[in-house]
């Protein structure tokens, strides 16, 4: 019986032993967070050998033993409360706390919406200052209507034409409506 491997399936095998010696050769901590870390790489040197949880190869690093308990005496849950609070990881006071917010976040925030609000403020200063022009105008415009005086306008082909009763009266009412509308609003705080 003779036994040929084909270029192809012999690069397959390889790759086969490859991938499987790379996905043997993982790393695994808990870092000084608390969380479990996995990577290719070795842990850094100030992560405490009991930290490592697993090593290439297979290997595990050793877990704490922990002392055994006196069968002279009976336990209780008073004993049990001293072991639990020896079991947990103890956190380093001068880790960062991490409070979810990212500070250079919402200063960015802060200064848009500080930002938007000035721009607001633009504009309703624009607006009253128009309001204001437009009141202007309008209670000049009724002071001319009001004093008899004949008005002129210009029609659409650039003649002067002298207002009637009725459209100076019309002409009235319409500029007394601007000034109740532009006039008597409070001033844009």
Known sequence: MDLKISPKHLILALAGWAFALSAAAQYQWVGKDG???????????DIQEKDILKQPGGRRAALPVMP???????????????????????????????????????AKKKKLEQEAAAK??????????AQAE??????????????????????????????DDNTRAAELKRVQAVVERDCNRPAAQ
């Open 68 to 106: 055994a308990e006196s069968t002279d005496a009976p336990s209780t849950t008073a004993d049990a409360a001293p072991a639990a609070a020896a079991a947990k990881p103890k956190v380093d006071p001068n880790t960062p706390k991490i409070s979810g917010k990212d500070a250079e976040l919402e």
């Open 35 to 45: 969380r479990k870390v996995f990577s290719d790489r070795p842990p850094p040197a």
């Open 120 to 129: 607001r403020k633009a504009e309703e200063e624009k607006v009253a200052q």
């Open 134 to 163: 437009n009141c202007e105008r309008a209670k000049k415009a009724v002071a001319s209507f009001q004093s008899g005086v004949r008005i002129a306008s210009t029609n659409a082909k650039g003649e002067r034409e002298i207002m």
